[in-house]
């Protein structure tokens, strides 16, 4: 059962974090999108995560106009709405994990998602099912203020992103206000692996930790042991999502049980390389 001692969502997260953070390993947080292939399926995976020793997840909410995700994440969306997912079916399944898991979610969806539910409903839909945070990359800082105040009043996290692209004095304020956690984005374009990532990724994320607070996860590109350590010198976990998602390509019949094991043992790889010591 969840740990029902913590008062608001968002110190589920931070006290995840934290606790990462004071035994000297890198998060590492996997992206799964809700619904592929299907809401039951998409629990399981969680719970391999969880068991491998993710700190937290991601959860996609999938819709028909994906702006930062490559071709991987792209077809998952697909495959999850194809298969009848809907937005009252993810947050039945965070509500499941939510119950069921102690590692916290934080949803992954597009501000027009939000908007054509209402903004209050939204948020107070998403607390209400335990997930502890909202991560919105089409929605500008400048426009920002009335979601902020209702993830507040919620006591939900509104996580920021920080691009390559973003100029420093933007980047400063979208790291001051950002809340559960700043997620630098490693490269320029969309998600997808990468065989390396920037030279200049380090310098970014030390100059963003004198910006803020709140733990520093890299995202976009991340795959590889290799990567979680050459990360995790500076930042204080990763973010991984279609290296993970690619398990799920093929699910059906036998293949289910193959891609959760995939998913624990892809997960517990890049635990067991962001460990201290």
């Known amino acids: 059962m969840a740990d029902t001692a913590v008062d608001t969502p968002i110190m589920k997260l931070t006290a995840a974090l934290t606790a990462r953070r004071e035994a000297g390993d890198v998060v590492v947080a996997p992206f799964l999108t809700a619904g592929d292939p299907d809401m039951d399926f998409t629990f399981h995976a969680l719970e ?20 930062a995700d490559g071709p991987v994440i792209q077809a998952s969306y697909t495959r999850a709405l194809n298969a009848g997912g809907t937005l009252e079916g993810m947050f039945g399944l965070a509500r499941r994990a939510a119950e069921q898991l102690t590692m916290p979610l934080v949803a992954m969806t597009s501000y027009s998602i939000i908007f054509r539910r209402g903004l209050d409903r ?29 993830c507040q009043q919620a006591g939900i996290a509104l996580v920021r992103l920080v ?9 400063a304020r979208i790291a001051a206000e950002s809340t559960g956690f700043l997620y630098c984005v490693s490269v320029a374009g969309v998600t997808g692996e990468r065989v390396s990532l920037p030279q200049q990724l380090k310098d970014r994320v030390r100059w963003l930790k004198e910006q803020t607070d709140v733990p520093i996860l890299v995202g976009f590109g991340i795959s590889r042991p290799e990567q979680v350590r050459e990360v995790g010198d500076v930042a204080d976990g990763v973010i991984v999502g279609s290296a993970l998602v690619r398990h799920l390509e093929a699910t059906s019949g036998d293949q289910r049980q193959t891609a959760l094991e995939a998913i624990s043992r892809h997960v517990g790889e890049l635990v067991a390389a962001g460990r201290a010591g």
């Open 122 to 150: 939204f948020v107070g839909e998403a607390a209400a099912a335990g997930l502890t945070g909202l991560i919105v990359p089409d929605l500008p800082i400048e426009e920002s203020a009335l979601l902020a105040k209702a």
């Open 48 to 67: 391999a995560a969880q068991q491998a020793g993710a700190t937290l997840c991601e959860l996609g909410v999938p819709y028909s106009d994906p702006i």
């Open 163 to 171: 691009t390559p692209t973003t100029p420093p004095e933007r980047a």
